[in-house]
Nanobody
């Protein structure tokens, strides 16, 4: 059974930085894609950044130049370095991993950016 465990959320002032980490466990096959999504109060969940097993990345326009996603395929971990945070980045951030077309989700970690 696949399990994703996130860490690193918290409260930070605007302009600050946070680093989110996610560790995936379960099974032996690699994950085709790993990434981060977020859901702000009253809004739909949206993609933040994803990274494939071979390295290509994709970012939401709203975070380009501020966030950086990275992964360690051997450890099945994916990190999100978030710099120059803005109040509009406030949301619950979810780790996502895809294996053989099945989506797996973490429990979410709260990120709050104060102005």
């Amino acid at each position: 059974q696949v399990q994703l465990v996130e860490s690193g959320g918290g409260l930070v002032q605007a302009g600050g930085s946070l680093r989110l980490s996610c560790a995936a466990s379960g099974g032996t096959a690699s994950f085709n894609r790993m990434g981060w999504y977020r859901q702000a109060a009253g809004k739909q969940r949206e993609l933040v950044a994803v990274i494939s097993s071979s390295g290509p990345t994709h970012y939401a326009d709203s975070v380009k130049g501020r966030f950086t996603i990275s992964r360690d395929n051997r450890k099945n971990t994916v990190d999100l370095q978030m710099n120059s945070l803005k109040p509009e980045d406030t949301a619950v951030y979810y780790c996502n991993a895809v294996r053989t077309w099945i989506n797996y989700w973490g429990q979410g970690t709260q990120v709050t950016v104060s102005s």
